[in-house]
């Protein structure tokens, strides 16, 4: 793994410079590979790097979109991370449906709609089931209680590693969430981190000891390259070679 932490005067340098990262990743994956996997994360500090992604002279027909973590509410609920990016990017740019991956908010339990999406994923990678596909770009937030995806702090998707796709809960409001082991084999994970109130939780993610089911952002660590973009308000406490 190699691992970069990368800091901007405020949001919007952020999020420009995510969108050129974002860019030359999916571009150099499909000059490589004739394709680009992304997975996004949802939240609300990507929201304008998907706005910007919808001006962008992608191959579109070459990109596919899967999601990290999702609410288990339909797609039409306010709180949607595919409903939301579908809004602001996805519907405005000309990608094929078919590329178009959503986790599935729809069965009965939750638990049967991660097992739907982890045979889903499997197949659209072409590989056979226990395989890991490599995703060639995985994007995450932080939560200031140091959570990544849905992998919240002392919770059992943190410690499920026989899986792709776990369920988890936040506030009573089921999840669905890559595995550790999914997102730790990803060629590239940014994350885009803003905020003061993500001040608490970098600090003990970057300490050099410290207890990953506190802070499970800990535990993300790729075979390929660690990326992470913090606006000045994030990452002030964090002693970065500026
Ligand atoms: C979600 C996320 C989650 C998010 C963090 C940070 O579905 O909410 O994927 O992990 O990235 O909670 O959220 P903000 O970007 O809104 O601070």
């Known amino acids: ?97 078919a590329n178009i991956h959503p986790m599935p908010t729809d069965f009965a339990q939750p638990q049967l709609a991660a097992e739907d999406y982890e045979r889903q994923i499997v197949a659209d990678f072409g590989l056979e089931a226990g395989s890991i596909p490599i995703f060639d770009i995985i994007l995450l937030g932080m939560g200031d209680d140091g959570h990544t995806a849905s992998l919240f702090p002392h919770t059992a998707a943190l410690s499920v590693v026989d899986r792709l796709i776990t369920t988890g809960d936040k506030d009573g409001q089921p999840r669905l969430t890559f595995t550790f082991p999914l997102i730790n084999t ?18 003990e993610i970057f300490a050099p000891t410290g207890d990953a089911a506190a802070y499970p952002a800990r535990g993300v660590k790729p075979q390929g390259e660690l990326l992470w973009l913090l606006d000045a308000d994030a990452g002030a406490k964090l002693a970065i070679d500026k």
């Open 186 to 203: 990803a060629h590239s994970v940014i994350f885009l981190i803003s905020g003061m109130s993500k001040q608490p939780a970098l600090a």
């Open 1 to 97: 793994m190699t691992q970069e932490v990368l800091l901007y005067p405020d949001r919007q340098a952020l999020v420009e410079a995510a969108l050129a990262l974002v860019v030359e990743r999916i571009l150099t994956a499909v000059n490589e590979r004739q394709t680009c996997t992304i997975a996004l994360s949802g939240g609300s500090t990507p929201q304008p790097l998907y706005a910007a992604l919808a001006h962008a002279d992608l191959p579109w027909q070459q990109i596919q979109i899967f999601w990290g973590d999702e609410r288990y509410v339909p797609a039409t609920h306010p709180d949607s991370n595919y409903g939301m990016t579908k809004r602001v990017w996805l519907d405005l740019v000309p990608i094929p449906a």
